[in-house]
């Protein structure tokens, strides 16, 4: 799908990947609506963009109350107008083992990650039928396509995603909309920093894994390459993140061999 004067609303728009989509997708043309829930930054980063507060919209939600959403989206529209892309990138991972880990943490993964994206899609895709064409982006992950330690909640909840958006795909053809899932493997961003540990707090540190990993501003022209081919689903990473699905896919044990041999300590 072509961007240049697209209106795409992207949410996580506030850091790492969502941010960085934000700035790309401005440059070709784009008038973006940026959501997440801390609403200085947000501004901020609308004011940065090629045509500022003029041209893009803040619009501050939180993905854990899903029930709230169709009515900000709804409330927003009548200002903004038609939407033709929505990118649901905003989310949370985990950092802790399944025996330690509370059943609230389980349940804020599933809110923010799989019924945040699920509402949103629910808010702005009649809008997209009703236009004939239009463009879901879902940013799940690779642990939405292979299980590792500490991501029981979060691997739980990028899987429903996978799912969710290969239904949909197949459901919404017909209407001309276009279904991409995205599945980055380690990128520089802040998502260690903010991973909930067992009792749902962040652990505010980063790991190995995302400060070796692949540049925020690569792992987004992936994405924006993937969007204008019209593609159905891309991984982006380097090294073993990104190619765990394909060693998972054809040598089921060997993977899971490695998996559980992985250290975490
Ligand atoms: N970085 C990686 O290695 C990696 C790998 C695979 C998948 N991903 C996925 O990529 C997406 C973006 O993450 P990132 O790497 O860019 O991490 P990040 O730098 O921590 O950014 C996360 C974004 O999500 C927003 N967010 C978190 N909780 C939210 C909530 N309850 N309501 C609304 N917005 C919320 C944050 O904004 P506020 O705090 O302002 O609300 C922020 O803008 C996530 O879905 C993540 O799972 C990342």
Same mark, same amino acid.
């Given at each position: 799908?072509?961007?240049?004067?697209?209106?795409?609303?992207?949410?996580?728009? =506030?850091?790492?990947? !969502?941010?960085?989509?934000?700035?790309? +997708? @401005?440059?070709? %043309?784009?008038?973006? &609506? /940026?959501?997440?829930?801390?609403?200085?930054?947000?501004?901020?980063?609308?004011?940065?963009?090629?045509?500022?507060?003029?041209?893009?919209?803040?619009?501050?939600?939180?993905?854990?109350? =899903?029930?709230?959403? !169709?009515?900000?989206?709804?409330?927003? +529209? @009548?200002?903004? %107008?038609?939407?033709? &892309? /929505?990118?649901?990138?905003?989310?949370?991972?985990?950092?802790?083992?399944?025996?330690?880990?509370?059943?609230?943490?389980?349940?804020?993964?599933?809110?923010?990650?799989?019924?945040?994206?699920?509402?949103?899609?629910?808010?702005?895709?009649?809008?997209?039928? @009703?236009?004939?064409?239009?463009?879901?982006?879902?940013?799940?992950?690779?642990?939405?396509?292979?299980?590792?330690?500490?991501?029981?909640?979060?691997?739980?909840?990028?899987?429903?995603?996978?799912?969710?958006?290969?239904?949909?795909?197949?459901?919404?053809?017909?209407?001309?909309?276009?279904?991409?899932?995205?599945?980055?493997?380690?990128?520089?961003?802040?998502?260690?920093?903010?991973?909930?540990?067992?009792?749902?707090?962040?652990?505010?540190?980063?790991?190995?894994?995302?400060?070796?990993?692949?540049?925020?501003?690569?792992?987004?022209?992936?994405?924006?390459?993937?969007?204008?081919?019209?593609?159905?689903?891309?991984?982006?990473?380097?090294?073993?993140?990104?190619?765990?699905?394909?060693?998972?896919?054809?040598?089921?044990?060997?993977?899971?061999?490695?998996?559980?041999?992985?250290?975490?300590?």
């Amino acid at each position: 799908m072509d961007i240049n004067n697209k209106t795409i609303w992207i949410t996580g728009a =506030s850091s790492g990947i !969502g941010l960085e989509l934000c700035r790309q +997708l @401005a440059s070709k %043309g784009a008038r973006i &609506i /940026l959501s997440a829930r801390r609403r200085e930054l947000l501004l901020e980063v609308a004011a940065s963009l090629p045509g500022g507060l003029d041209r893009h919209w803040v619009v501050p939600l939180d993905l854990a109350n =899903s029930d709230n959403l !169709g009515g900000i989206v709804q409330s927003s +529209l @009548a200002d903004i %107008g038609p939407v033709h &892309i /929505l990118i649901n990138n905003g989310g949370i991972s985990q950092r802790s083992l399944f025996i330690d880990t509370d059943l609230s943490v389980y349940r804020q993964l599933m809110e923010v990650n799989y019924l945040g994206t699920v509402a949103m899609t629910k808010a702005l895709l009649p809008g997209m039928v @009703a236009q004939g064409q239009g463009m879901v982006v879902s940013v799940s992950s690779v642990a939405g396509k292979i299980g590792s330690k500490l991501r029981t909640g979060y691997s739980g909840s990028k899987f429903a995603v996978v799912g969710f958006m290969d239904c949909l795909r197949a459901e919404t053809a017909e209407h001309g909309i276009q279904c991409l899932t995205v599945c980055p493997g380690s990128i520089q961003t802040n998502i260690a920093i903010n991973a909930l540990n067992e009792h749902g707090a962040a652990q505010n540190k980063n790991d190995d894994s995302i400060l070796n990993g692949m540049s925020v501003e690569k792992c987004v022209q992936g994405i924006v390459k993937a969007m204008l081919n019209n593609n159905d689903e891309v991984v982006v990473g380097k090294g073993l993140s990104a190619i765990a699905p394909t060693i998972k896919r054809f040598f089921p044990a060997l993977f899971n061999k490695i998996s559980a041999k992985m250290e975490y300590r």
